[in-house]
């Protein structure tokens, strides 16, 4: 009897040393979700953080969502997900609107917003633009994802000197909008770098117009609801200290971040050239031009939210009727989560040893 007690006694210690061991390595399962298919090749930094491991070291592992329009911000905004990564115009008006979220990270540091034409076309510049029925007899048609993202754009097109109203004509083309660009039926694509520069790299003929030309502001940025701020901040930390090592990954190492987004999508079809350019433009976007004026900044304070450019966007975005008040920096973003003591040298040496040769092996060169 004694002996049968003391087994027992020695088994469930064994089972609540194996429980407590199962609970302590248990991951914390985060949403982020996307406003577009998640099957594409710029969405790097966050494949790096979950395949290299920098989200498990922060006790985290990612689902990746998709959505479309505005509903990326408004999941976030009830609590359906956990973070994602709107443009300017979207976060501003959701703010305005009373939306419970704020910015926790900084992620493209430049203006991304752009068209794409053919490299025939007649539009070429912004200023090509202005006064498009005077110049060609109507109004330049714009391929959209989403009606939402005219809101996107509309500050660029206004900074550059264009009439949305007059100039513009939106037309809602899903998906694979680019296709009517790329056979003529509409004029304009309304794109950014790391869509551009995959399908540039993919065979289209087409030219990027940049938007970061004629605004300088930032872009899209991570959110966060202000519930998972306040009573779960060790996960917000955990996921902006993650995503900076990975946004350093994509910078210090392109070939690398290639290989990690072929990993995983390998049934996109691309030659290693348009893989690697893809990633130059997911890099473009989160630090500047190489060699330009911020990049250093930049590199230097990965996921910090500068004021001025914030301030910018609130000008603009009011100018262009996106928001009717003027917000203020503590309501749009906190820098409290902003890590800079993470080891870059670990990072370089992750991206130095993966496997690029046997990603690379499997695509065209050029």
Not at 128 to 135: S, T
Not at 239 to 247: E, G, H, M, R, W
Not at 305 to 326: P, R, Y
């Amino acid at each position: 009897m004694k002996r049968s007690l003391l087994l027992t006694i020695v088994v469930l210690l064994v089972l609540s040393v194996f429980s407590s061991v199962a609970a302590e390595g248990e991951l914390r399962e985060i949403t982020y979700v996307l406003p577009r298919t998640a099957e594409v090749l710029e969405d790097t930094p966050f494949w790096v953080a979950q395949n290299l491991g920098y989200l498990a070291e922060e006790g985290l592992t990612l689902k990746m969502e998709q959505a479309f329009g505005t509903t990326d911000l408004k999941m976030v905004a009830t609590g359906q997900a956990d973070f994602a990564a709107p443009g300017p115009s979207f976060i501003l008006a959701g703010i305005e609107e009373g939306l419970p979220i704020k910015v926790v990270s900084a992620y493209d540091a430049i203006n991304i917003w752009g068209m794409c034409v053919l490299n025939n076309s007649k539009v070429q510049t912004w200023d090509d633009m202005k006064g498009a029925v005077e110049k060609y007899g109507k109004k330049l048609t714009v391929a959209l994802g989403d009606a939402s993202w005219e809101m996107l754009v509309t500050p660029t097109l206004v900074a550059a000197g264009v009439d949305p109203v007059k100039d513009i004509e939106w037309v809602v083309a899903g998906e694979n909008r680019y296709i009517q660009v790329a056979e003529g039926k509409l004029d304009m694509l309304f794109t950014w770098p790391g869509e551009a520069w995959q399908l540039i790299g993919q065979g289209y003929d087409f030219k990027y117009i940049d938007g970061d030309d004629v605004l300088k502001t930032n872009s899209n940025s991570i959110i966060t609801n202000l519930d998972l701020i306040k009573n779960e901040p060790e996960v917000v930390q955990g996921f902006v200290t993650a995503l900076a090592k990975s946004i350093y990954f994509v910078k210090y190492n392109p070939e690398a971040a290639a290989a990690v987004s072929c990993n995983q999508w390998p049934n996109i079809d691309v030659t290693w050239k348009a893989a690697l350019y893809v990633q130059q433009g997911r890099a473009y976007q989160m630090f500047g031009a190489p060699g330009g004026p911020d990049e250093q900044k930049l590199l230097d304070n990965i996921g910090f939210s500068w004021e001025d450019k914030w301030m910018l966007n609130v000008k603009v975005a009011k100018e262009s009727g996106v928001i009717k008040t003027d917000l203020t920096a503590d309501q749009i973003f906190t820098n409290e989560f902003f890590d800079n003591t993470w080891d870059r040298a670990k990072v370089e040496a992750d991206a130095d040893s993966y496997d690029v040769a046997s990603a690379k092996a499997r695509y065209k060169a050029e």
